[in-house]
DNA sequence: TTACTTGCAAAGGCTTTGCACCGAT
DNA sequence: ATCGGTGCAAAGCCTTTGCAAGTAA
């Protein structure tokens, strides 16, 4: 309940009506970390919800993404993902299991932010720069870990 | 012509059959730089091969892509790219032109390869690293640089 | 010859959109 | 009360696919 507060007032900050399917759709990114579809989220949604469309997790989603409130997530599969994550971090993509887990180390960032401000960057302004490692668990239920 | 062999032989090296769409697809993803789409190339080629399809094409482009001659490229935009520089580069993406310009830069591949050779990644096995820098040019008809 | 590839056109998956109604401010 | 958001369903875009005909090896 706290936390519906807290999600109104992330929406109003940006600018956004805090309406129902907004608080929803956001409250349900910010309390997972698995890179959901739109589909994903109006189906875990829907039970609590059942009035909230497809469509309108899409047109949520959208304008969410616009507000900087989320990002989007490209990756070889079919659809669309989705990361309230908006500090810097890389995404560690597992093409068995399909599975999408964020990653963040402060000595790799250092190095890469490091190399850009002291590179010349003639004719483009830099708004930001996505690392994706690619590959395969070796047990697909467990986690990956970077020590 | 000496071109088209080479094609050939490529191909046949990775076991597959030198078809003509294979070959002028192939052809003209090496012989050009802007990362086209699969509705992109098969404007492009049919001018010379009218009976090149559509389907065709994304068939070539996916069995291309399977064998490992040429890779895709996710960005923002509707639809999948193509690129057949295999070495390890980076993507410089502008939103606003919507290119898309290969960069790579020994100094920051040797950094980053070094940093996930020397730590331990858990229950993973790497495939590839992407590096994706999103922004946008000052000069929409100008070129990207990095000294 | 034979198994693979293609052209064609239809189907499919994901996403967007028009419109009338509804609701947050 | 007003303006923007939503539900619904249809349309749109990109991509895949079934099938009969064609072709590289």
Chains 1, 2 share one sequence.
Do not use: W
Not at 18 to 39: C, F
Not at 54 to 71: F, N
Not at 100 to 121: A, S, T, V
Request: charged content about 30%; some cysteine.
């Amino acid at each position: 309940m706290g936390e519906i507060s807290h999600i109104k007032e992330q929406l109003s900050e940006v600018g956004l009506k805090a309406t129902h399917p907004r608080i929803v759709v956001l409250q349900k990114l910010m309390t997972s970390h698995d890179h959901p579809t739109a589909e994903n989220i109006h189906e875990t949604i829907k039970e609590d919800n059942p009035s909230i469309s497809l469509g309108s997790v899409y047109r949520v989603l959208d304008v969410l993404v616009e507000a900087g409130l989320i990002q989007r997530v490209s990756v070889r599969s079919g659809s669309k993902r989705y990361d309230a994550n908006m500090n810097p971090h890389g995404h560690i993509y597992c093409l068995k299991t399909n599975r999408i887990q964020d990653f963040y180390d402060e000595e790799l960032y250092g190095l890469i932010n490091e190399f850009f401000r002291k590179k010349k960057i003639r004719n483009f302004r830099i708004n930001e720069i996505k690392l994706q490692v690619n590959g395969e668990r070796i047990d697909p239920e467990d986690d990956v870990t970077i020590i």
